[in-house]
């Protein structure tokens, strides 16, 4: 039984937390192609706080967030967050109703155009559509992806970092990485760079991560052919030389 009202985060406009408020919303009904998902998981994106503070200016002083077409399309009352794992729990019109029960990770671009391979005006659920700090949300269904490994639990798979892994694979596609080649990671330990590394694997490519010693091991064990210490960039060419016996690096993907 779905209810008619639900608590939500509500943002409420720019600023700190104090912003943000607990309350009672009405559920949102999906629309045709949208199904309804009983949030179980939001993970808090990096991007929710700053979009919260306003920080993405487009001029210097200004406290606002993207500008798509000119204006901020974050726009108050808000409820934000954009790595939503949940359940389906209604379907719209046009979806098929054994979407019902399938637990899911939600495509969180709300995308300009047809292109479902970059989103080149950053728009998302949480910003510019409401999204998952609240128990329900109404998402496009062919955004809103099964997941049905029993093994990751619905906080992991919210967790799972939408952002770093799109970016990452939008890196090597625009970069048309192919299986076999050599592919240099910077700043390899962070979000976008684990990504980097663990796809690069998957897609048969051969990823060397520069970092520093004490996160080494962590690395290799994620998948790392060798590992670069950045503390020593005067011996750098030599080193990866002799990592990848003297064959050339295909591609740099630099974080920093
Ligand atoms: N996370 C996302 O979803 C996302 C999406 C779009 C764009 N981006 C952008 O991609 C870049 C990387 O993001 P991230 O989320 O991966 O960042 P992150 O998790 O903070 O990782 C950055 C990494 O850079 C290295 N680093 C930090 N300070 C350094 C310094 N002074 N000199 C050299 N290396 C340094 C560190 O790796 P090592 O110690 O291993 O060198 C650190 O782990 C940022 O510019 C971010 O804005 C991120």
Redesign the pocket.
């Known amino acids: 039984m779905i209810p008619n009202t639900m608590k939500a985060m509500v943002l409420t406009g720019h600023g700190d937390v104090d912003k943000l408020e607990y309350k009672d919303v009405p559920v949102p009904a999906p629309g045709a192609g949208q199904v309804l998902v009983q949030v179980t998981a939001t993970a808090k994106?990096?991007?929710d706080r700053k979009a919260r503070e306003g920080l993405y200016p487009t001029k210097k002083g200004e406290m606002t967030s993207f500008q798509m077409g000119g204006k901020p399309t974050l726009v108050f009352p808000r409820i934000q967050g954009a790595d939503i794992a949940g359940r389906v729990v209604a379907v719209g019109d046009g979806v098929d109703e054994s979407r019902i029960g399938e637990r899911g990770l939600l495509d969180f671009n709300i995308y300009a155009n047809d292109r479902r391979d970059i989103n080149l005006t950053p728009d998302y659920y949480g910003h510019g559509a409401d999204g998952g700090y609240a128990e329900y949300v109404a998402l496009p269904a062919d955004q809103f992806h099964h997941i049905p490994n029993a093994e990751l639990a619905d906080a992991e798979v919210a967790s799972m970092?939408?952002?770093?892994?799109?970016?990452?694979m939008h890196m090597l596609t625009s970069a048309n990485i192919k299986a076999g080649e050599r592919v240099l990671v910077?700043?390899?330990?962070?979000?976008?760079?684990?990504?980097l590394i663990q796809l690069c694997r998957i897609m048969g490519a051969i990823p060397y991560?520069?970092?520093?010693q004490d996160?080494a091991a962590a690395?290799l064990e994620l998948g790392a052919e060798a590992v670069l210490d950045?503390s020593d960039m005067d011996s750098f060419v030599d080193r990866v030389k002799a990592e990848t016996g003297g064959k050339p690096i295909d591609a740099v993907m630099d974080?920093?």
């Not at 970092?161 to 990452?168: E, N, R, V």
């Not at 991560?209 to 520093?212: Q, Y």
């Open positions: 994106n990096n991007t970092g939408m952002c770093s892994y799109q970016t990452a910077t700043g390899a330990s962070g979000g976008v760079g684990t990504a991560a520069l970092s520093k996160k690395l950045r974080l920093v």
